[in-house]
C-alpha cells in the first residue's frame, strides 16, 4: 500500500500518474478519490477524458511530476478540487473562484431554478426588461446563471450583484464577463441595500448564514477554504435575513419577488422573521423548495400587486 506520503516517481505514465493518485486520496478517505484523481491528473497535465485515455502511456515530465505532487498533496491536506482548480461550475456554466468567495454550491442552484419560474411569469405579464438585485453575489453564480438562463428563454433582464468584499466583486465581474454577461450585469460594493437605489422585480440572496458559533464544527473544506464573510450569520446565524427583511419591502416592486437561500433548519426562523416585519396592510405569500436532499432550502416570500 502507498504511504500517504509517498511521492511519485519521475517517469511515470500519465496512467500510472492518475493511479497514484487515485491511491493516495483512497487511503486518505477521500470519498470522490476516483473523480479528483481523474480531474486533477488532466488538470496538471493539461488533458480532458478522451486525452487521459489517448495519452495514457505518455510519460510524465520532470516539471509535471513536480506540479502533480504539490496538488496531490494540496488535495490531501484538505483543499477542495475546486480550490485547486479556481474553478468551479454552477448550474453548466463555468464561475472562477478566489479565497474571498464561497466556492458555488449545487444546491444553491434550486434557488436559480425557482427564480426562473417566477421571470417567466412575469415576462408574459410585460414587465420587461426585469430588474434583478443579488445580495452577496460572491462569484455572482447565482446572478450570472439566472440572468445567463432568462436570455437563453428570450427574456429580457437586467441585473445588479452587490457584495460587502472588493475583491469577491472583482472575481463577479470576470465571471460575468466569462459567461457573456458583461453587459446584462453590473456589480457595486455595498452593505445589504446601503449603496441600492431602485426597485426590482426579483431579489435573491444566498447570505452568510452559519450561527458564529459552529463555525468550528465544519469540516475543513468549508471551515479552512471558504471565506469567513461569507459564512458567519452571527451568533444566531440569521443577522442578514434580519438586515435585509427589515429594509427589503423599499426595493421590491408591486407584484415582485424575493428569494432567500437558507440553512436546512431555519425555514421557521426566517419565516418569523419576515412575518414580524410585514406590515399588516402587505399581502406577501411565502412558500417554500427543497434542495437535492429534500431540505427547505429557499425560502420564496410573493408581493402581491399593491405593496
Ligand atoms: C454565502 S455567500 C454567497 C455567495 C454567492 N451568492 C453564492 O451563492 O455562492 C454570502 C456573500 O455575502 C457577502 N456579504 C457578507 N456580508 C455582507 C454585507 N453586509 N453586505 C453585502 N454582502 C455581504 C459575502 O462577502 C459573501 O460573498
Redesign the pocket.
Known amino acids: 500500500m502507498m504511504s500517504r506520503n509517498a511521492p511519485l516517481d519521475a517517469h511515470y505514465s500519465v496512467e500510472q500518474a492518475q493511479r497514484s493518485l487515485r491511491e493516495r486520496f483512497k487511503n486518505a478517505d477521500i470519498p470522490t478519490y476516483e473523480l479528483d484523481a481523474r480531474i486533477l491528473t488532466g488538470f496538471v497535465l493539461g488533458l480532458d477524458e478522451v486525452g487521459l485515455i489517448t495519452q495514457a502511456t505518455r510519460r510524465v515530465t520532470e516539471q509535471e511530476n513536480k506540479i502533480l505532487e504539490k496538488t496531490c498533496l494540496a488535495r490531501l491536506e484538505g483543499k477542495p478540487v475546486s480550490r485547486i482548480l479556481g474553478l468551479k461550475e454552477?448550474y453548466s456554466l463555468p464561475f472562477q473562484i478566489s479565497p474571498?468567495?464561497?466556492?458555488?454550491?449545487p444546491d444553491?442552484e434550486c434557488?436559480v431554478e425557482s427564480a426562473i419560474i417566477i421571470a417567466e411569469k412575469l415576462a408574459k405579464l410585460e414587465r420587461q426588461p426585469l430588474q434583478v438585485l443579488?445580495?452577496?453575489?460572491?462569484?455572482?453564480?447565482?446572478?450570472v446563471a439566472f440572468v445567463h438562463a432568462c436570455r437563453q428563454r428570450g427574456i429580457q433582464i437586467k441585473g445588479l450583484?452587490?457584495?460587502?468584499?472588493k475583491t469577491?466583486l472583482r472575481q463577479a465581474r470576470i465571471n460575468a464577463a466569462i459567461n457573456g454577461l458583461e453587459n446584462s450585469v453590473n456589480f457595486r460594493?455595498?452593505?445589504?441595500f446601503?449603496n441600492v437605489s431602485g426597485k426590482f422585480d426579483i431579489i435573491?440572496?444566498?447570505?452568510?448564514?452559519i450561527a458564529s458559533r459552529e463555525i468550528e464544527d465544519l469540516t475543513p473544506e468549508v471551515r479552512l477554504h471558504?471565506?469567513p464573510?461569507?459564512?458567519?450569520g452571527g451568533s444566531d446565524g440569521l443577522d442578514?435575513y434580519k438586515?435585509i427583511i427589515s429594509a427589503m419591502t423599499a426595493f421590491i416592486k408591486p407584484g415582485g419577488s424575493v428569494l432567500f437561500?437558507i440553512g436546512s433548519n431555519q425555514a421557521a426562523l426566517v419565516t418569523d422573521i419576515v412575518r414580524q416585519s410585514i406590515s399588516t396592510h402587505q399581502q406577501v405569500t411565502i412558500s417554500y423548495v427543497s434542495d437535492l436532499a429534500g431540505l427547505d432550502r429557499v425560502v420564496q416570500l410573493g408581493f402581491d400587486g399593491n405593496n
Open positions: 454552477f474571498a468567495t464561497l466556492d458555488p454550491r444553491s434557488l443579488d445580495l452577496g453575489t460572491g462569484s455572482g453564480c447565482l446572478l450583484g452587490v457584495d460587502i468584499s469577491a460594493q455595498s452593505d445589504w446601503e435573491i440572496s444566498n447570505p452568510p448564514y471558504d471565506p464573510a461569507a459564512l458567519d442578514a438586515h437561500e
